[in-house]
């Protein structure tokens, strides 16, 4: 509903659009970066250091907070649609990225525990 009710917002006021797109791109982009060295550098393997770079890159509430402060026809109510708007396809990008990034970890350790094995003899019941 929101999004329909900003949309000719979105569209009479390009400009706004970019002014609100171009931090939030900048903050998926440091937010995920960040977080995916950290992720390294304390020694994560790949998967946990990709779900820590995701989730923090993914972490803005900001469309709950402007409509309920400001109102749904706000401008940022506005900043808030774009919001969505601008992650999903930044986060889709960061998915490429992060797949190409699996090559600075190290490979996963091979299983050391031994394979389950049936014992020798008749089955108890």
């Not at 994560?44 to 803005?60: E, I, K, Q, W």
């Not at 026809?73 to 919001?83: E, R």
């Not at 960061?94 to 525990?113: G, N, Q, S, Y």
């Amino acid at each position: 509903m929101l999004f329909a009710l900003q949309g000719e917002a979105i569209t009479s006021r390009p400009v706004d659009v970019v002014r609100i797109a171009l931090p939030l791109l900048v903050y998926f982009a440091v937010m995920w970066a960040g977080s995916m060295a950290l992720g390294r550098a304390v020694g994560l393997d790949y998967p946990r250091a990709v779900t820590l770079a995701f989730t923090a890159a993914g972490n803005n509430f900001e469309l709950a907070i402007a409509i309920a402060t400001f109102g749904a026809s706000s401008g940022q109510a506005l900043a808030g649609v774009v919001g969505p708007l601008i992650e999903v396809p930044a986060l889709i990008g960061l998915v490429h990225v992060a797949l190409a990034a699996r090559r600075f970890f190290p490979a996963p350790a091979t299983d050391t525990v031994p394979p389950v094995t049936a014992p020798e003899g008749p089955a108890r019941v």
